[in-house]
């Protein structure tokens, strides 16, 4: 039988380095990555830079409004989790019947635990005053 005491002591130091440095992308990947998602879904229409489409408060010919910012200018943070999540997950007609958009509803396509990850994505980036009346609002709809 052949020994391989010494294909182990080479071996044993390069699986610590591997696992070493695999196990930070190994932790997060049950993690939702809100930036990824918010790329993937949502930025062709809203914006690489959460900065909406032009003229965002105008109507188009066809009535409907362009895509709104998701940035500090946006409204985005005027509305509660609550409202946010059924906005994107089940679409706008969902809070405001009859509105006609060209959003779709993503609850099909995005679980809710990615909506929240994009969701945070967006917080994570509004400064501190927008932050905290949408944590208010959120708390008020919660009640």
Known sequence: MRDY???RRLAEPALLVLAL???PAMANAGETD???LYSEHCSSCHGISREGQPDWKTRRP???LPAPPHDATGHTWHHSDKQLIAIIRDGLATIVPGYVTDMPAYGSVLSDA???AILQYLKDEWPERERA???ARSADDAE
């Open 62 to 64: 066809d009535g409907k």
């Open 5 to 7: 005491a010494g294909v």
């Open 133 to 135: 009346y949408q944590s």
């Open 34 to 36: 809100g930036a990824r």
């Open 21 to 23: 440095i695999l196990s």
């Open 114 to 116: 990615e909506i929240s």
